[in-house]
């Protein structure tokens, strides 16, 4: 299962193969790149946005140790070595196989790009990393806010936190049952969340009735001590068929 997420989560490099024409084809030959930009762009692999970076804080990298520490690697052909927790990598598409329609395939030769992974100052937006645990109940999210992300002065805006928990959430439903959609999103704010800090945002799977998920969240700082925000969202499993209607 983790590895069906992991394949529906992959970069673009592999969309190249199943693209008819060049993802933004050049007017005239002064916009074609040179040759060694070329072939960074078909065959170097796509950035992990899970990994650190420099603009990563001590809480950050110390939460990222912790949960990684726990963490099994996924190495090709391997055992699992029997740990609670996998990392989920993250890259700036959410699809890695076209698998067909105009539709789709007029998204994958555009400049869409995963939302949350679309800013690439490192630092300045939504720096995370998921966790989730092998029996997939739960899943840990450490997240720290950039500049951009600013709302009310010096706190989070709350559409970027509606953000953060929808992907949690989200990414958490996908890996028990891909693909899916937000069907319904409740949250109560309870606490600002200052710009710059880290917090862990955890989702907890309540119950699945059919194509139904129940999923719940909370968003805390990183000791416990603080509730930031409460969430519940409801994810319907939809067929890909549902993405092409246009
Ligand atoms: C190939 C794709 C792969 C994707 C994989 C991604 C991998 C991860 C990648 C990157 C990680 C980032 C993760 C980010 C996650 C973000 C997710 C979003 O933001 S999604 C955008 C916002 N959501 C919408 O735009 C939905 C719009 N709504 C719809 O399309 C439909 O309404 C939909 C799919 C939700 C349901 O439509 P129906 O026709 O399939 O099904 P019906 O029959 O209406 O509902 C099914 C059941 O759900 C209940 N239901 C539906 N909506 C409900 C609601 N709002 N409240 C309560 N119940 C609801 C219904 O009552 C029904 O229940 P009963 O089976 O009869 O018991």
Redesign the pocket.
């Known amino acids: 299962m983790a590895r069906n997420?992991a394949r529906?989560?992959g970069g673009c490099g592999s969309l190249v193969p199943f693209m008819k024409t060049p993802a933004c084809p050049p007017r005239n030959s002064s916009s074609i790149p040179p040759a060694r930009t070329l072939v960074q762009m078909l065959f170097s692999k796509s950035r992990d946005f899970s990994l650190p970076n420099s603009s990563w804080g001590e809480e950050m990298m110390r939460l990222y140790e912790f949960y990684n520490g726990q963490s099994d690697v996924e190495t090709e052909g391997e055992e699992n070595q029997g740990r609670e927790w996998k990392r989920l990598p993250?890259y700036n598409r959410?699809?890695k196989y076209a698998?067909g329609g105009v539709y789709?395939s007029k998204i994958i030769q555009s400049k869409a790009r995963?939302?949350?992974r679309n800013i690439r100052e490192p630092g300045a937006a939504f720096e995370y990393v998921l966790f989730i645990n092998k029996e997939k109940e739960r899943c840990v999210c450490v997240f720290q806010a950039g500049h951009l992300l600013e709302g009310p002065p010096g706190h989070v805006h709350g559409g970027a936190i509606a953000t953060m928990i929808?992907?949690v959430?989200?990414?958490h439903?996908?890996a028990i049952s891909?693909?899916?959609?937000?069907?319904?999103l409740n949250i109560d704010y309870r606490s600002p969340i200052p710009l710059g800090s880290t917090v862990l945002i955890e989702s907890t799977l309540e119950k699945t009735?059919?194509?139904?998920l129940y999923i719940s969240c909370k968003v805390t700082s990183t000791d416990g001590s603080k509730r930031h925000t409460d969430a519940t969202a409801?994810?319907?499993?939809?067929?890909?068929a549902?993405?092409l209607k246009g």
């Open positions: 997420l529906i989560l993250s959410s699809l698998t789709l995963l939302f949350t929808d992907t959430t989200g990414t439903a996908s891909a693909p899916v959609m937000t069907a319904n009735e059919g194509r139904k409801l994810f319907v499993s939809i067929s890909v549902h993405l």
